[in-house]
């Protein structure tokens, strides 16, 4: 690389859950400035940056809708457009510190957002516009982690980073209740899919594999998390 960055195009996947920050529901403006800014940085350096949200701080497909006595795909649709609203909060974070961003949503709301267009989304990217991905792949029964690994793919990006909230990597178990987790600084996709680590769901896992695309997975809490990957820093959990 010309610029001594490990990766050149990266898509990041950001859950939902990052947006709450201290609420129970809904966006915290916080923690979406907080983003804004890390991602700005890893594109001052001259990485392309692609992200794709997640839609848990406002609504869980599964269980909500089983809540709601309502039937999968309509609940995974209310989901998809959760990811929406988080897209263009995030976009307006964006706006407000000069970073020009598209949104992209693979459900037609033309009046907020272009339809996902795969060769526009690359070309946004080659003119150093952030896209946002939105709506998950557009289909119920797939996760947001899913249509992360399935944009890297279609983006050619070189690499995914997963930002977790509050955990740095992939452990053996649950941190928060086994203290005896340990944490993983490498992992093939292959033990994530045998191992059934909650990390990702297996089928983002095994597009990934398919498509040799590496995870890097770190916590967003980290400052300079995303500058220290792009240089090569040993943060997170590598997977490949």
Known sequence: MGNGLKYKRILIKISGEALLGEQQFGIDQNPVQKIALEIKKARDLGAEIAVVVGGGNIFRGMKNSAKLGMDQASGDYVGMLATVMNAIALQSAFNQIGVPCRVQSAITIKQVAEPYIR??????????????????????????????????????????????????????????????????????????????????????????????????????????????????????????
Do not use: W
């Open 119 to 240: 060769h526009k989304a690359i070309r946004h990217l080659e003119k150093g516009r952030v896209v946002i991905f939105a709506a998950g792949t557009g289909n119920p029964f797939f996760t947001t982690d899913t249509a992360a690994a399935l944009r890297a793919s279609e983006i050619n990006a070189e690499a995914m980073l997963m930002a977790k909230n509050g955990v740095d990597g992939v452990y053996t178990d649950d941190p928060k209740t086994n203290p005896d987790a340990k944490k993983l600084e490498n992992i093939s996709y292959d033990d994530i899919i045998k191992n059934g680590l909650k990390v990702m769901d297996t089928a983002a896992c095994a597009l990934c594999k398919q498509n040799n695309i590496p995870i890097v997975v770190f916590d967003f809490d980290l400052t300079d998390g995303i500058t220290n990957i792009l240089h090569d820093e040993k943060i997170g959990t590598y997977i490949s």
